[in-house]
């Protein structure tokens, strides 16, 4: 590979990386193109070299940011007995380090309003995101049938992503840790 390739490689390296923190901080409109080639000290004219659209950097900084959080979510999983790794996955993105660290955090909270309301360009790889992490956490839910395992996980995504939500809006209140508790409980069948 060329000199010139890899620069151009690590220079669409750096801008997707630039996106993604601020995807995870500032949510899709937050993530201007810009203040994302500023983070990488380039102008925006140099954009259009390595994307064609914002939309498709957003795109990839959503798969990207999806991928690192499912990595995190489920790290050395297979270690954990059978019947708690979906409790464990849970407690691990419910957790007051997670709520804390949303730069480095699970990027859909930052994002999700924003498809559903201004951005549905973005809807395709949103739901493609959710069921690959859907899949995955099935595969560790306790249940009988593939359906109801599905299901499952899908309500626990959703009870991760808004519960995370809650709790990062009003973080530093006492309310914020009472929301991760309940949602770990009603998450466990503690109701």
């Known amino acids: 590979m060329s000199v010139k390739v890899e620069r151009k490689e690590r220079t669409r390296a750096a801008i997707v990386a630039s996106a993604c923190d601020l995807l995870r901080q500032r949510g899709i409109g937050g993530a201007r193109v810009a203040d994302v080639m500023s983070g990488v000290g380039l102008t925006v ?10 939309e498709a ?3 990839e900084a ?5 991928t690192a959080m499912r990595s995190r979510l489920f790290d050395r999983i297979e270690e954990k ?9 849970l407690k691990r993105y419910l957790s007051a380090a997670h709520r804390d660290d949303a730069a480095n955090g699970c990027p859909m909270p930052a994002v999700v309003g924003e498809v559903s309301t201004t951005t549905p360009e973005h ?3 949103l739901a493609e995101q959710i069921s690959e992490l859907a899949e995955e ?8 049938e593939a359906t109801t395992r599905r299901a499952t996980a899908l309500g626990m995504i959703a009870l991760m992503y808004g519960g995370i939500s809650l709790a990062r809006a009003v973080k530093g209140t006492d309310l914020s840790d009472e929301i991760l508790r309940a949602c770990r409980a009603f998450g466990r069948g503690e109701r």
Do not use: M, N, Q
């Open 137 to 144: 956490l099935a595969r560790h839910v306790v249940k009988s």
């Open 123 to 125: 809807r395709d790889v």
């Open 45 to 54: 004219g140099g954009f259009y070299a390595h994307f064609a659209s914002k």
């Open 81 to 89: 007995p059978a019947a708690v790794r979906a409790e464990v996955v």
């Open 62 to 66: 959503i798969r990207r940011t999806a």
């Open 57 to 59: 950097l957003v795109d």
